[in-house]
Every structure is written in structure tokens, then in C-alpha cells.
């Protein structure tokens, strides 16, 4: 049939507003297609199950286990679990429109650069939810077999651990904005977060300041919220003026820095795809 | 459908049109027109400036200063609205490896608010047209470069654009796909498409463009119908064929003629003498050569008046 013979496509380009819901729905088939989210969700399956056979294999069980102990043992891999997520589902997203030249697809069709970026972050978020959500239940269903229930602040460490997300996909956004490779931009993203913002907490230890401002210091309290009491700093002498330093971050402050993060964070990247040129 | 009216309506109004990358300037100062229903070529060589023109016209690159106008809305203050109506192919572009060509058109259909039964229909249509129905669910990933060019000259017509904007629409395909893609845009131009496509085969644009657009270092140097362009050729090339043979001595002769810039010896018989000069000239050229004791069978131009304008423009603006 040749066009002439066809009927005119009748249409109206559709608001902001309703094209983010389509660009986030293809994001998304794209992360399910691609296997990122079923290999980080293979990934959070598997340390759960390590974790949870390491006590039964060595002998000691789960006999003297608390609810609490229970579950800080799986917590504590929570913020690294929100670092695969943000590197798998965020570190690539904006930059490889530029590098894998996907976005002279996109780019000359009729929708701001800002909307992309919304539809697109909210199908990294979406991908990241998805994964913490599991694992969450996952920890929380072994707790409830293994120990007859879980803490009474599981709740508000699943609430910290997706605000931590959140602040971890924007700084991963803003990566990908800035970087030229995938390759660079995935690399930076994860040592970032698992190498050189640790560094950084770990001279605040030695050196006495607490840097409240360091989004991984902010990260620690997603399983430090599960302690009962609430750890509070300290100062241990060794001697000859040496000290070390052991600090927590406030909750209600590291929620504050979490959500500082998220928003400085898609903001500038956003501004940064939006000035971006497709020049290569 | 009701075919599109061609007229002096300005579908693509470029003004002022500069872009610098540092101290280049890729383009400079830009000014074109391009009528409703016209199919304008855009050419240049390498580093002349299409590619940033065609770029900033699809929102890809911003621009330095100056206008693109597409369908009255300048892209480079309100590129949705001007891109509503605008069908691209830039480059050679990527598709997402995961999704198949159904997918890929559903999704850019959905973007530019066509209902799902007119994305059913045109994709079915489209991809017919671009020969790629039997890999319609198959993943773009496994994908030869020849097969995304032509899913990229579908995406591009999937909404029925007023204006389609091409560049190098035949670069990675095979000679039987190039010819597939003219022919498409031969059907296009039929149904008065306001089409505007850089290339770098004259050829093609001579046989597919209305009017034609050189530029060089980001410049303007012409822009005119085709006819009136073959006109322009000072330049161009004939092929002089003889029975008695072709001597070195007879070359040199015929090189030191008034108006020739080259002879090039072909084989024993036949030469290739470049000419700048009016048709007058021409006859002047052959009656010296017979006078020379030529038995001259042939005297025809060779290459394409395009080309001959094209490579005479070019020089000069260096």
C-alpha cells in the first residue's frame, strides 16, 4: 500500500505530563529485556541466601537469634545492594543516549529533553524499588520463619534504604551526565560509593570530624535505625594522642542529606542533559 | 488521504543560521528557504557544514545564533512544537538493542501521540515499505547497519510528517537499498513531502532533488533549481573520440587550447578534455580539434553538471 492510499494519521502530540508514563514504560521493558534487573535481583537473592546459610553451616544457628540481630546481619548489605542498583539501572542511562547514539533516535521527536530524563529516572527509580522491595521481603519472610517476626524499625529501614536509593540514582544520573563513556560512568558510579566515599568516612574516624555531609555516612543509618538503642559516637584513646573515632549518623539528619543529595543531583543533571549536544 | 499542496508556503525557513564549535565556524550566517511540497538537496563536502545544519534543524545541537523555522515554530526556542511535524533521519542512528522494530515504532508513535491503532496500521505500512515486515519481532540488536537505515527511514514516516529531514539517507546501504530508498522518496515527493536531504551522491539528489543548496565552510554558495544549476556548469568534462588515434603531440595541442584546463588520455583512441566555456565554445573546441587532422567519431560531455558545479564551487570558495 503506498502512503497516498493510506489515511492521514490524525493526532495531537501528547502533554509533558503524559509522555513521561510512555518514555518510563519502554525504560523499563529495556532493563527487563536487557537482564539488569533480573541479575541484581539474582544478586540480592543470592547474598540473602549466603547470609542466611553462613550461621547454619558454621554450626552456631539462629537458636539464640533477637529479631533485631537477625536482621541487622542482612541489613547491612542493603546500601550496597542501592549502590548495584544505581550503577546497573542509572550510572549508563544518560550518557549512553549520547555514546551509543540512541538519542538521534529520540532527540528529533517531539518531546523535552526534561521529560526523557523524567520518564527515563523514574524507570531507574521503578527498577531500583523493585529490587530493594524484594530483598526487603525476602529478609523479612526468613526473619518471620527464623525468628517469629521482625523488628519494630524494619520498616523505617526500608523506608531509609529507598531514600538512599533515590539520592544514589541522582548522583548516578549526574555521573552519566557529566561523563563522555558508559564504561567510565558505571566504573566512577560504583567505586564512588563503595570505595571512595568509605575512604573519606574512614579519615573522619581517625581524624575526630564527623562528616555529616558524606552520602554513604548518611547510608550507614539504614541498618543503624534496627539498633535498639540507637548507637551514639564515641572516642576510644589509645594512647600517646591517638584516638579513634566512631560516629553515627543522626536519622532524622542523614534523611536530610539523603533528600539535599537527591534533589541537587536531578536537578544539575538534568540541566545537563538538557545543554548536552549530540555532536559526535 | 489528501495530497499535500505544494506552494510558496515556507516549510523550512533557516535565517541567520550560525553554529561555532571554539573558533570554527561550522556554519555561518545561514539563510534557506524551502518551499511546501519541494525536495531540496543540501550539499557539500566533508566539514562544509550540512551535518551541524541538519543537526541543530532536529534539536540535536543548539545553535549560536540565528532561526530554523520548521512549519512556522522555530526549533531553537520551541523544538516540540516545531518537531511535531518534522519526520528525521540523522546519520545513521541506533536503536535500542532490546526492543524490536514493532516496539521501537510503538514507543515513538505513543511520543508523538498517534493512537494505537494508527501505530498497528502505518507500522504494518511502513515496515513494508522499507522491506522489513518478516523482521518486524525480531531484537534490533542483531540488526545489519543497511536494515537500522531503513528502519530509521520507517521511524521517520511512521507519523506522516509534513516535513522530513534527511541526512545521507542511503549512507550504509547497499546499491539495492539505495535504490529501494529513491524510490521511496521519489513516492514521497510525488505526495508533495516537503523533503530537505543532505547527501554526498549527486547523482542522487540530480535525480531526486527539485532544487538544490552547495555549501561550503559553513557558507552558502548557491542555491537554485536543478535546471538552473546544470545551467551555472562553466566547467565540464568531454570525451573526445577519434578513428585516426590520439599522439602525444596531438594532446599537447589540444592542452594549449583557448578555454581547456586538462586532457586526459583515456586510451589510444579516445581523450577526456576539461572545458570552462559557453556552448559557442564548445564548437569552437571541436572544429580546432578537427582542424588538427582529428577524425574525431565522438564529442560528448561526460559526469554529471552537478558534479562539474559542484567541484567548481567547492574550488573556488578554497
Redesign the interface.
Known amino acids: 500500500m503506498t502512503m497516498s492510499e493510506t489515511v492521514k494519521v490524525h493526532r495531537h502530540t501528547p502533554s509533558d505530563a503524559s509522555q513521561v508514563p510512555i518514555v518510563w514504560r519502554y525504560e523499563l521493558l529495556k532493563y527487563l529485556r536487557s537482564k539488569r534487573l533480573l541479575a541484581s535481583i539474582a544478586i540480592a537473592a543470592v547474598v540473602v541466601g549466603l547470609i542466611y546459610a553462613i550461621p547454619i553451616l558454621t554450626g552456631d544457628g539462629y537458636g539464640n537469634a533477637t529479631k533485631e540481630g537477625f536482621i541487622v546481619n542482612f541489613v547491612q548489605f542493603a546500601s550496597i545492594l542501592v549502590v548495584i542498583c544505581a550503577t546497573f539501572f542509572g550510572a549508563d542511562s544518560i550518557v549512553g543516549e549520547f555514546q551509543s547514539r540512541t538519542g538521534y533516535l529520540v532527540f528529533p521527536t517531539p518531546m523535552k529533553r526534561e521529560v526523557l530524563f523524567l520518564g527515563k529516572f523514574m524507570a531507574s527509580m521503578t527498577s531500583g524499588i523493585i529490587v530493594m522491595t524484594l530483598f526487603y521481603l525476602g529478609v523479612g519472610g526468613l526473619s518471620f520463619a527464623t525468628v517469629g517476626g521482625v523488628d519494630a524499625d524494619f520498616f523505617a529501614s526500608y523506608g531509609l534504604a529507598l531514600e538512599y536509593l533515590l539520592a544514589a540514582m541522582a548522583v548516578a544520573y549526574f555521573i552519566s551526565s557529566i561523563m563522555k563513556g558508559s564504561t567510565g560512568a558505571t566504573v566512577l558510579t560504583f567505586f564512588l560509593f563503595i570505595m571512595i566515599l568509605p575512604i573519606i568516612d574512614g579519615i573522619s574516624m581517625v581524624s575526630g570530624v564527623k562528616v555529616e555531609g558524606s552520602l554513604s555516612f548518611a547510608g550507614g543509618a539504614i541498618a543503624n535505625i534496627l539498633m535498639d538503642p540507637y548507637p551514639v559516637d564515641e572516642k576510644v584513646d589509645y594512647g600517646q594522642g591517638m584516638s579513634f573515632y566512631s560516629f553515627y549518623p543522626d536519622p532524622a539528619m542523614a534523611a536530610l542529606v539523603m533528600l539535599i543529595y537527591a534533589v541537587i543531583a536531578v536537578i544539575l543533571s538534568m540541566v545537563l542533559f538538557k545543554r548536552k549536544q549530540l555532536t559526535g | 488521504?489528501?495530497?499535500r499542496e505544494r506552494g510558496q508556503v515556507p516549510m523550512i525557513e533557516i535565517q541567520n543560521l550560525s553554529k561555532s564549535?571554539g573558533p570554527i565556524k561550522a556554519v555561518d550566517s545561514l539563510n534557506l528557504k524551502v518551499s511546501k511540497g519541494e525536495t531540496v538537496g543540501f550539499l557539500g563536502p566533508n566539514g562544509a557544514g550540512k551535518t551541524t545544519t541538519i543537526?541543530i534543524m532536529?534539536?540535536?545541537?543548539?545553535a549560536t545564533s540565528g532561526r530554523a523555522v520548521l512549519h512556522g515554530v522555530d526549533v531553537l526556542t520551541n523544538?516540540?512544537?516545531a518537531?511535531?511535524s518534522?519526520g528525521?533521519v540523522?546519520?545513521?542512528?541506533?536503536?535500542?538493542p532490546?526492543?524490536t522494530p514493532v516496539?521501537?515504532l510503538a514507543?515513538?508513535g505513543?511520543?508523538?501521540?498517534?493512537?494505537s491503532d494508527?501505530i498497528k496500521?502505518?507500522s504494518n505500512?511502513v515496515l513494508?515499505?522499507v522491506k522489513l515486515e518478516e523482521w518486524r519481532n525480531t531484537?534490533i540488536g542483531k540488526f545489519s547497519k543497511g536494515m537500522k537505515q531503513r528502519l530509521?527511514f520507517g521511524?521517520a514516516?511512521l507519523?506522516?510528517p509534513e516535513i522530513l529531514?534527511l541526512d545521507e539517507p542511503t549512507s550504509g546501504l547497499d546499491p539495492r537499498g539505495m535504490v529501494e530508498v529513491r524510490e521511496i522518496i521519489r513516492?514521497?515527493k510525488?505526495?508533495h513531502y516537503t523533503i530537505f536531504m543532505s547527501s554526498h551522491l549527486l547523482l542522487e539528489v540530480q535525480e531526486v532533488c527539485d532544487r538544490a543548496a552547495l555549501i561550503d565552510k559553513g557558507k552558502l554558495l548557491v542555491y537554485d533549481s536543478m535546471d538552473n544549476l546544470k545551467n551555472l556548469t562553466k566547467v565540464m568534462k568531454i570525451e573526445v573520440t577519434t578513428v585516426s588515434g590520439i599522439t602525444d603531440g596531438l594532446m599537447n595541442k589540444i592542452r594549449s587550447m583557448k578555454n581547456v584546463r586538462a586532457v586526459e588520455g583515456v586510451n589510444s583512441q579516445t581523450i577526456v578534455v576539461t572545458f570552462e566555456g559557453p556552448m559557442e565554445a564548445r564548437a569552437e573546441l571541436l572544429q580546432a580539434i578537427q582542424s588538427l587532422g582529428a577524425r574525431v567519431t565522438g564529442f560528448s560531455p561526460v559526469g554529471l553538471p552537478l558534479e562539474m558545479l559542484y567541484m567548481d564551487l567547492v574550488k573556488e570558495s578554497r
Open positions: 488521504m489528501a495530497q564549535f543537526k532536529t534539536n540535536l545541537i543548539s523544538p516540540k512544537q518537531l511535531d518534522v528525521a540523522v546519520e545513521t542512528p541506533e536503536f535500542y532490546f526492543l516496539e521501537t514507543y515513538l505513543s511520543i508523538r501521540g498517534m493512537h494508527q496500521r502505518r505500512e513494508q515499505q531484537r530509521a521511524q514516516l507519523h506522516e529531514i513516492q514521497l510525488k505526495e
